[in-house]
């Protein structure tokens, strides 16, 4: 009997392999090198863009966790993070501490329109509905006018739907609109960006690391930024 149990544990040896010995490493992000503790547009809640998508600032801030957060891009040379577990390009992430982690979040609108993904959003959400037949956006400087005359205005009021055409632009605030600040005049956000042609634009300076452009024959109160590293140009004009 002894020789039996013997030689039925030989074979079950080799029929089932040991394999215990195998372990495997869930992967993890490693805690970002560099952070946006002391970077002015940081410090200034100034939106940013990842991928031709503008972000905006929030006060909440949480942990880095290297289990769940992966490396999307880079901003004014600081790393920018999203967490796997959440909606694709709806939220990310700055590094502004050891550890400490700063949210910026997409406005939800055009695609996003009426939708909260994965958590509450921070921003209010726009109606997905399509823009109201009494007012229409005309081109890109933001007048609007009427679509049918003598439309009656005694309906409930409801929030005006801007339409943007070019990459989202969420607003900086209420008035304004997206600006920057390019040698102590501030411009403004004026429409759909377009391809770098060498014979048409002349490179006039930077800003923040991107190249700024004025069109070679175009009007002096218009500059063009390049929004990504070797991507399109975005238009700003100066009011």
Known sequence: MRAF??????????????RGTAQVYPLRTAAPAVTAAAADWQIRSEPIMVDSLVYLPTHEMRLFDGQVMVKVGVYQHVPVYADATLEPHSIVYIPVGRDRMRRYERRRDRELAGTTGSRTPTFPVES???TPAEERIVG???????????ASTASVPRPRRVVIESIPRPRANHMDGVW??????????????????????????????FAVYRETAGK???????VVGGGPLAPYQKR
């Open 5 to 18: 149990l013997l030689s039925l544990v030989a074979v079950v040896a080799v029929l089932f392999p040991n």
């Open 180 to 209: 920057l600040e390019f040698e102590g005049v501030r411009w403004y956000s004026a429409g759909a960006s377009t391809s770098y042609l060498a014979d048409r634009f002349t490179r006039i300076g930077d800003y923040r690391g």
């Open 128 to 130: 997905a509905a399509a």
């Open 140 to 150: 890109t400087a933001g007048s609007v006018v009427s679509n049918v005359a003598g």
């Open 220 to 226: 002096p109160d218009v500059i063009w930024v390049q």
